[in-house]
């Protein structure tokens, strides 16, 4: 899905700036930038299990701790 995605942007940008070697620099640019955002987006979707359980414990954590009277 992520690479049709790239070749739609890519031979869009094409479309709109003509076939030149500029043209086809700013093609592999913008490619570039949907595929590094897609390939985040995929990274944040495959860790969220691993982040909820981290602000999890992180709230478990700090709810013990607001409740200790010999704390600093």
């Known amino acids: 899905m992520v690479e049709f995605l790239f070749l739609l942007v890519f031979a ?3 479309v709109m ?3 030149s070697l500029l043209g086809v620099m700013v093609a592999i640019a913008a490619g570039f930038v ?3 955002l897609a ?3 995929g ?3 495959k860790l969220l299990p ?3 359980l981290i602000a999890i414990g992180v709230w478990l954590y700090r709810k013990s701790r607001h409740g200790n009277p010999y704390r600093r």
């Open 12 to 14: 869009g940008v094409l």
């Open 17 to 19: 700036t003509g076939v």
């Open 34 to 36: 949907v595929m590094a």
């Open 39 to 41: 390939g985040l987006l």
């Open 43 to 45: 990274v944040v979707i």
């Open 50 to 52: 691993w982040i909820i």
